[in-house]
């Protein structure tokens, strides 16, 4: 072999570490992004509550959705005397507390029970009074049923007034 150089045979090269890294990070990557949820790009904002200085049936409504939890919840002390004492007239907390000891029932949910849910429309209104309709909820979610009371605010004070079962 004199003086001669050998033959060169093409060979592949081989990537630098460099390269592969960038590949091997790439594939992770897609991968990756395959098994991610998208993130939602929805522009609906979160679900919020809100409450204002509002019609005469937006107190009804707080005042049943206070007092169910109070009622609700046992550790909740006097609440719903108290709740009562805001919301209600002081002619109707008496005559609710006679009726109370003559049905032996709860006299604002008209119930010896306590109601799963409630929903609250406005009425009609006249002569410094207006008129909601509550609708109490009973039952499970498959089978409810439900019972409807006519709640009456004296406007000048917001404060409830009346209560009776809804024929």
């Known amino acids: 072999m004199s003086g001669t150089k050998p033959a060169r045979t093409k060979l592949s090269r081989k990537p630098s570490r460099t390269t592969v890294r960038v590949l091997v990070a790439a594939a992770l990557l897609t991968a990756a992004g395959a098994s991610v949820p998208a993130v939602a790009s929805s522009t609906s904002p979160p679900p919020a509550r809100s409450g ?8 009804v409504a707080d005042f049943y959705g206070a007092y169910i939890d109070a009622v609700t919840d046992s550790g909740s002390g006097h609440l719903d005397s ?11 907390r008496s005559r609710l507390a006679k009726w109370e000891n003559r049905q032996h029932a ?6 010896q029970d306590v109601p799963r849910a409630w929903k609250v429309t406005a009425g009609d209104s006249g002569m410094g009074h207006t008129w909601s309709t509550v609708r109490l909820t009973w039952g499970s979610a498959q089978h409810p049923t439900y019972t ?7 406007l000048a004070t917001k404060k409830i007034s009346d209560i009776k079962a809804k024929s």
């Open 52 to 59: 204002a200085n509002g019609p005469v049936y937006d107190r």
């Open 106 to 111: 709860d006299g604002v949910l008209r119930a």
């Open 148 to 154: 409807y009371l006519t709640v009456q605010s004296d």
């Open 82 to 92: 108290q709740l009562r004492t805001f919301y209600l007239t002081s002619d109707l």
